[in-house]
């Protein structure tokens, strides 16, 4: 439960990857947690198999974008934690979009369940960008620059690698 409110915290901005412990096995369950939502999510429009496997492209993705980003500013020691806060903030953000996307493909002109979605996506890309600023010790400006680059990025790339079908 303490793990969890810290990602709560993380997502309210309260806390930051460096209140995050380091730790492999938490790496590992956090990357565990975030390949479940993501599965299920993906699960809903899609079958087992491709959502497996787009949602560890997801996760090698955002684990190899950290890394390169760490990298770029001299900062990979930070590695560990800002994975870890990046994955589990991903989860607490994600996680309560299950049922949301589920509502939207049952019923597809639901208007305020879509508001709702991009609204969590909005918040999404801020929680990345205040994890950046925090991990890169840059300004919020620069952490919101480059978490839209990264949420852009890897749509883009996802959308490329696994395009949607059309029923």
Avoid at 41 to 53: H, Q, R, T, Y
Avoid at 134 to 142: E, K, V
Avoid at 144 to 151: M, P
Wanted: aromatic share 10%; with cysteine.
């Amino acid at each position: 439960m303490p793990l969890i409110r810290l990602f709560i915290e993380i997502c309210l901005f309260r806390k930051g990857p460096q209140d995050v412990p380091r730790s492999l096995l938490l790496l590992w369950l956090t990357a565990a947690a975030y390949l479940l939502v993501g599965f299920i999510l993906l699960g809903l429009e899609v079958d087992w198999l491709p959502a497996v496997v787009e949602s560890l492209a997801e996760l090698a993705m955002l684990l190899g974008f950290v890394w390169l980003l760490l990298a770029l500013f001299k900062k990979t020691p930070r590695w560990q934690k800002t994975a870890i806060a990046m994955l589990g903030s991903d989860v607490v953000i994600s996680a309560p979009a299950i049922p949301l996307v589920g509502w939207t493909l049952a019923v597809p002109d639901a208007a305020g369940i879509h508001l709702m979605l991009f609204g969590m996506m909005l918040w999404h890309v801020a929680v990345v960008a205040h994890i950046f600023r925090h991990a890169l010790s840059q300004p919020w400006a620069t952490g919101l620059l480059l978490a839209v680059a990264y949420v852009a990025g890897s749509y883009s790339v996802m959308m490329t690698l696994f395009p949607p079908t059309s029923v």
